[in-house]
Nanobody
Framework: QVQLVESGGGLVQAGGSLRLSCAAS????????MGWFRQAPGKEREFVAA????????VYADSVKGRFTISRDNAKNTVYLQMNSLKFDDTAVYYC?????????????????WGQGTQVTVSS
C-alpha cells in the first residue's frame, strides 16, 4: 500500500506560480509512474501530467504544456508540479496518484492510489 500526501496549494493571482508537492510512503519501490490530476467544481477529474518513476519520460495535457513541469526526487519519494503562468481556468483541487501498471496515463482508473487533494485557486 502507498500513502500520498499533497501540499503547496493556495491562492494566487493570474500569471503567478505555485509548486505542488506529493510525498509518497509505503510500497514505492515498484511504482511505475505518478501523475497529477485536477477536478474543478461540477467537472470530471482530468489528467494534468505524469512521470515515470524510474525513467525520464513525462506526459502533459495539452492545456498545461509549456506552463507546468512535473519532476520527481526519488531519494525523497516526492513528485512535484511546478505551475507557471497560471490562469483562472487552472482553479481546481489537484490530486496526485500512483500506479504500478503500464497503459494510458490520462485515465484515472489506471491509477492505484490517490492523495487527498490540495486546492489551487487562481484569481483573475
Amino acid at each position: 500500500q502507498v500513502q500520498l500526501v499533497e501540499s503547496g496549494g493556495g491562492l494566487v493571482q493570474a500569471g503567478g506560480s505555485l509548486r505542488l508537492s506529493c510525498a509518497a510512503s509505503g510500497r514505492t519501490f515498484s511504482m511505475y509512474a505518478m501523475g497529477w490530476f485536477r477536478q474543478a467544481p461540477g467537472k470530471e477529474r482530468e489528467f494534468v501530467a505524469a512521470i515515470r518513476w524510474s525513467a525520464s519520460s513525462t506526459v502533459y495535457a495539452d492545456s498545461v504544456k509549456g506552463r507546468f513541469t512535473i519532476s520527481r526526487d526519488n531519494a525523497k519519494n516526492t513528485v512535484y508540479l511546478q505551475m507557471n503562468s497560471l490562469k483562472f481556468d487552472d482553479t481546481a483541487v489537484y490530486y496526485c496518484a500512483c500506479r504500478y501498471g503500464s497503459g494510458s496515463y490520462s485515465f484515472p482508473s489506471n491509477y492505484d492510489y490517490w492523495g487527498q487533494g490540495t486546492q489551487v485557486t487562481v484569481s483573475s
